[in-house]
């Protein structure tokens, strides 16, 4: 059964670093992609951003430059590390899991990151 536990969430002032990480058991397939999905009060669920089996990763717009995804290369675990945080950062984060093709069917349950002064 794969799993996904999160941790690293918490309150950030404006500016400042946080550094999330997702520990991942039960995976059965090979190559799969991870992911970062972030829920915001109000607004619909957004992928943050995604890295294959590779090392291949994708940002959304929001976040390049500022976000870096990594994972271990047994894949167990999945970073994301985030920079000059912003308020509009605040949401709930989910780790997620997928094989190459199709939906995110794999989810952790969620850490809260609030980013304000």
């Known amino acids: 059964q794969v799993q996904l536990v999160e941790s690293g969430g918490g309150l950030v002032q404006p500016g400042g670093s946080l550094r999330l990480s997702c520990a991942v058991s039960?995976?059965?397939?090979?190559?799969?992609?991870m992911a970062w999905h972030r829920q915001a009060p109000g607004k619909e669920r957004e992928l943050v951003a995604n890295?294959?089996?590779?090392?291949?990763?994708n940002y959304a717009d929001s976040v390049k430059g500022r976000f870096t995804i990594s994972r271990t290369n047994a894949g167990d675990t999945v970073y994301l590390q985030m920079n000059s945080l912003k308020p509009e950062d605040t949401a709930v984060y989910y780790c997620?899991?997928?094989?190459?093709?199709?939906?995110?069917?794999?989810w952790g349950q969620g850490t809260q990151v609030t980013v304000s002064s």
């Open positions: 039960g995976i059965t397939f090979r190559p799969n992609v």
């Open positions: 997620t899991l997928r094989h190459v093709t199709g939906n995110y069917n794999y």
């Open positions: 890295i294959g089996s590779s090392g291949v990763t």
